[in-house]
């Protein structure tokens, strides 16, 4: 049973920086997912932030955190790594750990909620302007 362990975010002033982990058991040895962040905030849908895949340097960044928002992955540590600088208060949100199953590399990145099997329980991100 796969299980997602998220750490880090918190409340910052705008403009500040914050960094969320999230690292992955229970995969099949060798196998490849896509891992990704998903946020929610208050009123709004969820959306998917940025995201990997774990087997090749395929990246997603969402238009909203491009050039401020950096995501990267510790393959051996099935950790995901969200940097995010340059804070707004509209990114406030519960920020989302999501993998798939073990899949391969598909030619659009997935974007869509129904596609992410595992979920972590979610963790705030509060930004004051």
């Known amino acids: 049973q796969v299980q997602l362990v998220e750490s880090g975010g918190g409340s910052v002033q705008a403009g500040g920086s914050l960094r969320l982990t999230c690292v992955a058991s229970g995969y099949p040895s060798n196998s490849d997912y896509y891992m990704t962040w998903f946020r929610q905030g208050p009123g709004n849908s969820r959306e998917l932030v940025a995201g990997?895949?774990?087997?090749?340097?395929?990246?997603y960044y969402a238009d909203s955190v491009k050039g401020r928002f950096t995501i990267s992955q510790d393959r051996a540590k099935s950790t995901l790594i969200l940097q995010m600088s340059s804070l707004k208060p509209d990114d406030t949100a519960v920020y989302y750990c999501?993998?798939?199953?073990?899949?391969?590399?598909?030619?659009?990145?997935?974007?869509?909620?129904?596609?992410?099997?595992?979920w972590g329980p979610g963790t705030q991100v509060t930004v004051s302007s």
């Open positions: 999501a993998t798939t199953a073990p899949a391969n590399m598909a030619s659009w990145f997935p974007r869509a909620e129904g596609r992410y099997r595992n």
């Open positions: 990997v895949f774990t087997g090749a340097d395929d990246k």
